[in-house]
T-cell receptor
Framework: GAGVSQTPSNKVTEKGKYVELRCDPISGHTALYWYRQSLGQGPEFLIYFQGTGAADDSGLPNDRFFAVRPEGSVSTLKIQRTERGDSAVYLC???????????FGPGTRLTVL | DAKTTQPTSMDCAEGRAANLPCNHSTISGNEYVYWYRQIHSQGPQYIIHGLKNNETNEMASLIITEDRKSSTLILPHATLRDTAVYYCIVTNAGGTSYGKLTFGQGTILTVHP
C-alpha cells in the first residue's frame, strides 16, 4: 500500500518568508509525528498528533513553528519568518496509534537563503 | 528514554553477515529496542523491534541479551544496498513519551564488494 508521502520534496525560500510543508500519512494511521534532521545529525522530534490534536509539541524550537491536522489525516507544518538556521530535512512519520511502529516519509528538504 | 551507544562506523564484505551492536544499559522494563536505517537522502526505514525476546523478520534478526542491556542487529547476507546509517533506539511505547523516537548518531555501515 501507499506509504507516507510528503510535499514538496524540496523547498527553497528566502529568509523571512513563510512556508508550509505537507504530510499525508498512511491510511488509517491515527498518530502522526514530525521530525527535523540537520546535516550530519539524526532526526529530532518536533511534534506528535493523536487524531486532530497535538498531544506533544515539546520539540518545536520556537513560536515560529506551528503544525495542524484539522481532519485527523493530512498534517501541515508551518514556519513563519524563516531563518537560515531552519534549513534542514523535515520528516513526517505515522503509526497505527501512539506507541506503535512509526513509518517515515521521504522528507522535505528546506533551504532558506 | 534510555540512551544508546553505537560504534560510529563499521565495514562488512558483501555476502557476509553484518552484526551491529548497541548498548542500552539504562533500559527500563517497559522500553522497547527499535532499529531503523537511513539510506542517503531517504527517510528512516523501520527494520525490526523487540522487548526482551529475540526477533527475526525478512530483513534482519535482533538479538537482545538476557539482562537487556545490549542488543545486536544482524543482517544475515549483507548487500551493497544495505550501506546506510543504522540507528538503535530505545523507546517507551506508552506513557508520556507517546512512542516518540530519540535518534542518536547511529552506525555508518559500509558494505564492500
Amino acid at each position: 500500500g501507499a506509504g507516507v508521502s510528503q510535499t514538496p520534496s524540496n523547498k527553497v525560500t528566502e529568509k523571512g518568508k513563510y512556508v508550509e510543508l505537507r504530510c499525508d500519512p498512511i491510511s488509517g494511521h491515527t498518530a502522526l509525528y514530525w521530525y527535523r534532521q540537520s546535516l550530519g545529525q539524526g532526526p529530532e522530534f518536533l511534534i506528535y498528533f493523536q487524531g486532530t490534536g497535538a498531544a506533544d509539541d515539546s520539540g518545536l524550537p520556537n513560536d515560529r513553528f506551528f503544525a495542524v491536522r484539522p481532519e485527523g489525516s493530512v498534517s501541515t507544518l508551518k514556519i513563519q519568518r524563516t531563518e537560515r538556521g531552519d534549513s534542514a530535512v523535515y520528516l513526517c512519520a505515522s503509526s497505527l496509534g501512539w506507541g506503535n511502529t512509526q513509518y517515515f516519509g521521504p522528507g522535505t528538504r528546506l533551504t532558506v537563503l | 528514554d534510555a540512551k544508546t551507544t553505537q560504534p560510529t562506523s563499521m565495514d562488512c564484505a558483501e555476502g557476509r553477515a553484518a552484526n551491529l551492536p548497541c548498548n542500552h544499559s539504562t533500559i527500563s522494563g517497559n522500553e522497547y529496542v527499535y532499529w531503523y536505517r537511513q539510506i542517503h537522502s531517504q527517510g528512516p526505514q523501520y527494520i525490526i523491534h523487540g522487548l526482551k525476546n529475540n526477533e527475526t523478520n525478512e530483513m534482519a534478526s535482533l538479538i537482545i541479551t538476557e539482562d537487556r542491556k545490549s542488543s545486536t542487529l544482524i543482517l544475515p547476507h549483507a548487500t551493497l544496498r544495505d550501506t546506510a546509517v543504522y540507528y538503535c533506539i530505545v523507546t517507551n511505547a506508552g506513557g508520556t513519551s507517546y512512542g516518540k523516537l530519540t535518534f542518536g548518531q547511529g552506525t555508518i555501515l559500509t558494505v564492500h564488494p
